[in-house]
């Protein structure tokens, strides 16, 4: 079996696995893609050492979870438009995405997934945090679940905190099509669709309100979910090195990557995989 040498050891308590006996230079056989997407859907990020993906060979991985589409704002690397280079550069002081928050929400259909690729990185620093939103929203107690589930939040690109942390990029790698503001709502707790799981769906960097609300009367309870989701007990930490991937479920999960390495170079490259309405 081309599964018997895969092993999934988790990293922390709530969510969180590194995969170890797979070769992602080499196409994947079925049953082997089947074990990874399992084990995915079981610990919400998985991660792969030692693998010097061409960017053909990463795409070939991608394709194997899920479609890759372009991201919004910043144009892909050449010929390959659904990779982009997520940096930080030896002079900048901002890292691209640096807050807590669930990709590109904003959009009418948020990505599935996403997945990095460490191609350069700092001497030390630039970990990146991840949570899990079903824990999020199961920790909650039972009343604030039944006075959150029929809620939903408008979601905006154009949020203050999270623009400036995509800045640099723009002006370096900005795609000329792009709208200066996306907007969409959806669900403050959404349902997996794989797994039929609840999870907490609203982030600081993207979510401005709820529905029929001002920004005023939302923030109170926004502010009380923002700092609960991001409880230590509820995430885990990477650390990564040249040829590390991530792959994490965007339904289910929030990321932040740790800008503590001023001076340094960082450079990943990001794909992001198609998804669906919330609901």
């Keep these: 079996m081309a599964t018997e040498n895969i092993r999934v050891t ?13 070769d992602l230079t080499r196409p994947l056989a079925d049953e082997q893609a089947a074990a990874i997407r399992s084990a995915w859907l079981e610990h919400l990020v998985l991660f792969f050492r030692d693998q010097p993906l061409m960017p053909a060979q990463y795409m070939a991985f991608a394709r194997r979870i899920g479609q890759p589409v372009e991201y919004p ?4 690397i050449e010929g390959y438009p659904e990779i982009i280079e997520v940096k930080k550069l030896e002079h900048e002081t901002v890292n691209f995405g640096g807050i807590w928050h669930s990709d590109t929400a904003y959009l009418e259909e948020p990505p599935m997934a996403s997945m990095l690729l460490a191609r350069e990185i700092p001497p030390y620093g630039g970990d990146t945090l991840f ?3 079903y824990l ?7 009343g604030m679940r039944k ?3 029929p809620l939903t939040a408008i979601n905006s690109s154009a949020r203050a905190d999270v623009s400036k942390t995509r800045e640099d990029r723009v002006k370096s790698d900005g795609r000329r099509e792009a709208r200066k503001e996306y907007v969409a709502e959806h669900p403050v707790v959404r349902t997996h669709p794989e797994t039929g799981r609840k999870a907490l769906y609203v982030n600081v960097a993207h979510t401005a309100r709820f529905g029929g609300m001002t920004e005023e009367e939302s923030a109170p309870l926004l502010s009380y979910l923002y700092l609960h989701l991001t409880r ?3 995430t ?4 990564w090195r040249v040829g590390s991937i991530a792959l994490w479920d965007n339904r289910c999960t929030q990321h932040n990557p740790v800008n503590d390495y001023h001076g340094f170079r960082r450079v990943m490259h990001r794909i992001t995989l198609a998804g669906d309405r919330p609901r």
């Design 232 to 234: 230590p007990e509820l």
């Design 131 to 133: 949570a899990n939103m």
């Design 236 to 239: 885990c930490r990477f650390v």
């Design 73 to 76: 704002f910043v144009k892909g």
């Design 10 to 22: 988790r990293i922390a308590g709530a969510l969180g696995a590194e995969v170890q006996g797979v």
């Design 136 to 142: 999020a929203y199961e920790t909650l107690s039972e």
């Design 147 to 149: 006075m959150l589930d």
